[in-house]
């Protein structure tokens, strides 16, 4: 949005700067359709968003973001934690995504589809949850970058928070059950 904003000014500008001048350069760009011109970055930022929303699911399929999480104001040794993500995809509106995780918390563990908000900091996703209630669990508010198979942000739950962060890890069972069921010959088949 910040950049079809920024070409339209950049064409009106270029236009009125010609338009004054009256130089050839001038002509040209009146007789530019305002359309046209506005279309091409259109075109361009919607194939950028879904290369990072492609990027962004391949990503987070058949993961498990494997960390630590703080409390702030309590010291002592680190608390493990453990997000399992078979995957996400994009919902039709907003900055919704439907996350399909299993979450591990504490002495917690369940599996729960979640839509979720992703929103961009320029080409790096951000898990966003603002009072968000995970069944079973309770009600969250969290930041979270992605970022190179790494994530780390700030989490909320009541009057308690404090930091998590990690790396993002290929869930190797699904991956090991999938290499054995393609390297298993089908029944009937020849061998």
């Not at 002509?27 to 194939?47: G, I, L, R, V």
Request: aromatic share 8%.
């Amino acid at each position: 949005m910040r950049f079809q904003i920024v070409a339209m000014m950049m064409t009106l500008s270029l236009t009125f700067a010609a338009t004054a001048w009256g130089d050839e350069q001038g002509a040209a760009a009146k007789s530019a359709s305002p359309a046209k011109a506005a279309s091409e970055p259109d075109a361009a930022a919607n194939a950028d968003q879904a290369k990072r929303f492609q990027q962004f699911e391949e990503t987070l399929a058949d993961v498990k973001l494997v960390g630590h999480f703080t409390i702030l104001g309590k010291d002592g040794p680190l608390r493990k934690e453990e997000y399992t993500i078979k995957g996400v995809k994009k919902l039709p509106t907003g900055d919704a995504w439907l996350f399909t995780t299993r979450i591990k918390y504490g002495e917690n563990d369940v599996q729960v589809p979640l839509p979720l908000d992703v929103q961009w900091a320029g080409t790096t996703p951000v898990i966003t949850l603002t009072d968000f209630t995970v069944p079973g669990l309770g009600t969250f508010s969290a930041r979270v970058v992605i970022y190179r198979n790494k994530y780390a942000g700030t989490w909320s739950h009541g009057n308690v928070g404090g930091h998590l962060f990690g790396t993002i890890e290929k869930n190797v069972v699904a991956a090991e059950v999938e290499e054995a069921e393609a390297s298993t010959p089908s029944a009937g088949g020849a061998n």
